[in-house]
């Protein structure tokens, strides 16, 4: 069976939600029975034919081709499967994923695998604010799995995250690990101001040296043992994460924020 | 049946079902790795007295350890879970934790989930760390030496304990050296330990004494002081006896160790005074595990 394919018509004017058109909803039926399927799009609902067209069948392997950002929820709450998204995608990509890999070839918008449970989201492009994030009002971020992300993230990645890996390879704007629960944020290239701001426990693995606010206070150099099997656990994605010299065990080790439980970390590559 | 002149009784051994776990201990080199592993095996001999039975299995290369640092692997061996996981927790906490520069991970993927480092999380005073790494719960637990980092839990299953067989020498150097032989072919063998002093038993024990007090007392049959004076087992020209217990995680892990064990005994020969192979069992009523000896090396 051929990957069930999306392919986009025509730029909708309104944004589009994409979250019936994930796996288990897919499952057993028809490409006629998918076709019909409705789309919400501003007050207008669309069928999918209208707007892609549908070629192959195995649900379990869904691609969209041509995506832009104006189709938001891509994946939500996708349990099981591949979903590889041509294009970009709009806000909320992967929110609350429970497994299964999304793959965007492309960048993402806001809130990109937000409230994330299970399995493995990658964008080759730059990210949004609020990756990994938890939704407005909400508590609890991302709980678990991978988010890999090739380009630069915006604001407040990881806010609320409570576990799994954000692996950056770019540059993470303001805010970066902001309200963390625990879990680990690794960013290769630059990080904003007010990193780990109100962060309780976690990690934020860094390979340049932050602007730190003076709520973090710096507890000298160290050999840690765990950073080798972390990094022996990124060994399986396509990312810089995964070569071997990527990976380091000599870090600055900074506790912080301070005035929260201070229970957090920021650990600096050293050379 | 003889080999190389060494008569093998036609035997068994006894062996119990038992409950074993294995963990990985590993620290800046080998030396402080196999020190902090000695004192986890320590006191380790046998469930009768010590709590459990435990030894080292090997040592590890690097690339064999989840951290990339030399290692040896230990197994531990008790009666019972309940009995092993507090074993476990109290050796790891008094002898892995406090050996400079170790960590500790677990040595079985599989079976029932015990305790580990899980609870010894809290000697970090609230200061300790979690990492879930691929599905695994590390934690970080700040010492003075920097950090020691364990793996929350290992795997329990289910094992044999108290396969056996016993060298009769015409002289004690040349029982031990038959017993050194053979403990040095076996520690080659994977997923068993020879938990005695060095791996060799002297005073093999049988069940009762003449004291009620006592679950278990000198094997008075292969004593060769006693020859004369009890129901010996011995001919005239056996002076000394010695015995390897096996544990391992089956009984065909204890088949492999046994022929391996006795084969490397009975290489030296009846010219270098080994005499005759036999083993320790009960009349085959208590534990349901035969080894039959000269099965075994047929």
């Given at each position: 069976m051929s990957a069930l394919t999306f392919t986009l018509k025509l730029q909708p004017q309104q944004r589009v939600d994409m979250s019936s058109l994930v796996p288990q909803k897919l499952q057993n039926l028809s490409s006629a029975e998918i076709g019909a399927l409705e789309l919400q799009s501003g007050k207008k609902k669309f069928r999918v034919d209208e707007l892609f067209s549908i070629?192959?069948?195995?649900?379990?392997?869904?691609?969209?081709?041509?995506?832009?950002?104006?189709?938001?929820?891509?994946?939500?709450?996708?349990d099981g499967g591949t979903l590889t998204v041509n294009g970009d995608a709009g806000a909320y990509l992967g929110l609350g994923i429970k497994n299964g890999e999304i793959t965007v070839n492309g960048n993402a918008g806001l809130y990109a695998a937000c409230e994330m449970k299970k399995g493995l989201v990658t964008i080759t492009g730059n990210a949004g604010d609020f990756l990994g994030a938890a939704l407005p009002g909400n508590k609890m971020g991302m709980k678990g799995g991978t988010i890999l992300v090739k380009g630069n993230v915006g604001e407040r990645a990881g806010d609320h995250m409570r576990r799994g890996n954000i692996l950056i390879e770019g540059n993470a704007g303001d805010y970066c690990g902001s309200r963390m629960t625990a879990g680990t944020i690794a960013v290769m290239g630059q990080t904003g101001k007010y990193l780990g701001y109100a962060m309780r426990r976690g990690t934020l693995l860094l390979w340049n040296q932050p602007v730190l606010s003076a709520n973090f206070n710096d507890c000298g150099a160290h050999t840690l043992a765990f950073l080798p099997i972390l990094f022996a656990s990124f060994k399986k994605f396509n990312s810089k994460f995964a070569q071997a010299s990527a990976g380091f065990n000599r870090v600055q080790r900074y506790a912080g924020d301070m005035a929260e439980k201070g229970r957090g970390e920021v650990l600096v590559k050293l050379n | 049946m003889i080999i190389n002149g060494v008569v093998i009784d036609e035997t068994f051994a006894e062996a119990f079902p038992m409950k074993a776990t294995r963990a990985i201990i590993t620290a800046q080199n080998e030396k402080w790795a196999m020190i902090s592993a000695q004192a986890m095996t320590g006191f380790a001999t046998s469930v009768i007295a010590c709590g459990c039975e435990a030894g080292i299995e090997r040592v590890l290369d690097p690339s064999e350890t989840p951290d990339g640092r030399p290692g040896v692997s230990v197994m531990i061996f008790a009666m019972g879970g309940k009995g092993l996981a507090k074993q476990l927790e109290t050796r790891a906490g008094q002898c892995v934790l406090t050996s400079p520069t170790s960590a500790l991970f677990a040595g079985i993927d599989g079976g029932t989930r015990i305790a580990l480092g899980k609870n010894l999380r809290y000697f970090g005073d609230g200061f300790q760390i979690s990492k879930q790494i691929d599905g695994k719960?590390?934690?970080?637990?700040?010492?003075?030496?920097?950090?020691?980092?364990?793996?929350?839990?290992?795997?329990?299953?289910?094992a044999v304990g108290g396969g056996n067989f016993l060298v009769l020498a015409e002289s004690?150097?040349?029982?031990?050296?038959?017993?050194?032989?053979?403990?040095?072919?076996?520690r080659k063998m994977p997923n068993v330990i020879m938990p005695f002093p060095g791996g060799v038993v002297r005073s093999g024990s049988k069940v009762g004494s003449k004291y009620a007090s006592l679950g278990a007392s000198t094997n008075d049959a292969f004593c060769p002081t006693l020859k004369g004076a009890t129901k010996t087992d011995l001919s005239p020209e056996i002076e000394s006896v010695m015995e390897i217990v096996i544990d391992g995680l089956t009984k065909e892990d204890i088949d492999k160790a046994m022929r391996v064990g006795i084969q490397a005994a009975c290489d030296l020969g009846a010219a270098n005074g080994i005499k005759r192979i036999s083993a320790g069992n009960y009349g085959g009523k208590l534990g349901p595990f035969h080894f039959h000896l000269q099965e075994i090396m047929a």
């Open positions: 070629e192959g069948s195995d649900a379990q392997q869904i691609v969209i081709q041509n995506s832009c950002d104006k189709l938001d929820f891509i994946g939500k709450e996708m | 719960r590390y934690w970080r637990i700040p010492v003075m030496d920097g950090e020691f980092l364990t793996e929350a839990t290992t795997g329990q299953v289910d004690q150097p040349q029982a031990l050296a038959a017993c050194e032989a053979a403990i040095e072919a076996m």
